[in-house]
């Protein structure tokens, strides 16, 4: 999710760097879209794609989707981002602030997602989760997909290299479920009409959350004791999005992460597999 110097990068190249989804099992805790547009401009585009990602987190299994890609950007700074819209308020280069809001999706007993997704130019699945069993028969708790709300706030240390970082609150059962991210991201020009971005990050859940979807009520599973997770680091991430311009309105997205659950989520009993990785391409039309 990356961009060059503001004055010579086009406002929908910028757009197509920044704006890649993170994965849906590393929930909505992203960057947003490419900061406030010229004035009367406007960005949409829409795509189609596939993904390959973990059933839940920290699952052995993996399900492939189809995807849809949705991002809309007005020069007001108002943007829609597959599951998340905000509002850039910063006028200064350097800088990218404003308010975010999202939904979280929520998860069934079967530890099934409950809410069909819709990425951004980067893509969330749209389909219903393949049905597949964990390597064992766990009873998950049910947690309802939730509208959170936060903000986000990026600096650039140079022309292609920023600090990113998001805060969100209102997920879990008791809606008071908070996560936050931080990330290191570098992009890189790698040939004409090639662009590619590395990202380096993290993620931390408050108590509620990392109980809300790591936590295992006393009783639920006869199999498995009571777990009760406290706050901490959630995972720790390296992303790599490559972007190759087809064309002035046809762009190629992919995108390969691979994350590690690490501190109270790791450790529940619930995890089947720390390190996970998530694949996703597809391929998006501006409007």
């Known amino acids: 999710m990356t961009r060059a110097a503001p004055p010579r990068q086009s406002p929908h190249k910028t757009l197509l760097l920044l704006s890649l989804l993170a994965l849906p099992c590393l929930s909505l805790a ?10 009367g401009s406007r960005d949409l585009y829409f795509g189609v794609g ?13 399900k492939t989707d189809p995807v849809a890609l949705i991002q809309l950007q ?5 943007f829609f ?12 280069p350097h800088l990218e602030f404003g308010p975010l809001l999202a939904i979280e999706p929520g998860r069934s007993t079967s530890g ?3 809410l069909s997704e819709i990425g951004d130019v980067g893509g969330a699945s749209i389909a219903a989760p393949v049905e597949t069993e964990p390597a064992r028969q766990l009873q998950f708790s049910e947690v309802p997909s939730r509208p959170v709300a936060g903000a986000f706030f990026n ?5 292609s290299l920023r600090v990113t970082s998001s805060m969100l609150y209102g997920s879990g059962q008791d809606r008071n479920g908070l996560l936050a991210g931080v990330g290191l991201q570098k992009g890189v020009a790698v040939a004409p009409h090639h662009k590619l971005s590395v990202t380096l990050g993290a993620n931390w859940g408050n108590r509620r959350y990392h109980q809300a979807y790591f936590g295992v009520a006393g009783g639920q599973d006869k199999s498995i004791a009571g777990y009760a997770p406290s706050a901490g680091v959630r995972d720790l991430h390296l992303t790599f999005h490559w972007n190759w311009e087809l064309s002035n309105l046809w762009l190629l997205t992919s995108r390969f992460s691979v994350y590690r659950l690490t501190g109270d989520a790791a450790s529940s009993p619930l995890v089947e597999r720390r390190s996970q990785v998530s694949v996703r391409t597809g391929l998006a039309y501006r409007f």
């Not at 992203?30 to 004035?39: C, E, F, H, L, V």
């Not at 007005?74 to 108002?78: A, F, H, P, Y």
């Not at 600096?155 to 022309?159: G, Q, R």
């Open 112 to 114: 099934q997602g409950k």
């Open 30 to 39: 992203q960057t947003p879209a490419a900061r406030m547009m010229p004035d």
């Open 74 to 78: 007005w020069s007001s700074g108002l």
């Open 50 to 62: 596939v993904s390959s990602t973990p059933r839940y987190q920290g699952a052995a299994s993996r």
């Open 155 to 159: 600096y650039y240390l140079d022309e």
């Open 81 to 92: 981002s597959g599951l998340s819209a905000g509002m850039h308020l910063s006028a200064e």
